[in-house]
Nanobody, 127 residues
Framework: QVQVVESGGGLVQAGGSLRLSCAAS????????MGWFRQAPGKEREFVAA????????SYTDSVKGRFTISRDNAKNTVYLQMNNLKPEDTAVYFC????????????????????WGQGTQVTVSS
């Protein structure tokens, strides 16, 4: 079993930056693709970004392309989400999750393929 804990959220002005971290514990972290999702008030949880277990493949939702970067350090069992040029519409609770093994990168957006979710970290962007 894998446990994940997110950190790094906070309050930032529009145009600012934050770096979220997701620390995983448990076995075989390096074998899992990892994803970031977010849920804004009154909205469904949505895909933000994902990275393959090797780190060689990344995927982003269109609204964050060019602004957010996902990366991972398997030696530290940690996944990061660098968020630049933040906008008020990025305000949400951000969740990290481990994708079940055996899925291809075409399934990164499918939340049902993820089994291990963190509690989330709040990101608030003021205008």
């Amino acid at each position: 079993q894998v446990q994940v804990v997110e950190s790094g959220g906070g309050l930032v002005q529009a145009g600012g930056s934050l770096r979220l971290s997701c620390a995983a514990s448990g076995r075989t972290f390096s074998g899992y693709a990892m994803g970031w999702f977010r849920q804004a008030p009154g909205k469904e949880r949505e895909f933000v970004a994902a990275i393959s277990w090797s780190g060689n493949s990344q995927s982003y939702t269109d609204s964050v392309k060019g602004r957010f970067t996902i990366s991972r350090d398997n030696a530290k069992n940690t996944v990061y989400l660098q968020m630049n040029n933040l906008k008020p519409e990025d305000t949400a609770v951000y969740f990290c999750a481990c994708q079940n093994p055996g899925y291809s990168s075409t399934t990164y957006r499918a939340q049902e393929t993820y089994s291990y979710w963190g509690q989330g970290t709040q990101v608030t962007v003021s205008s």
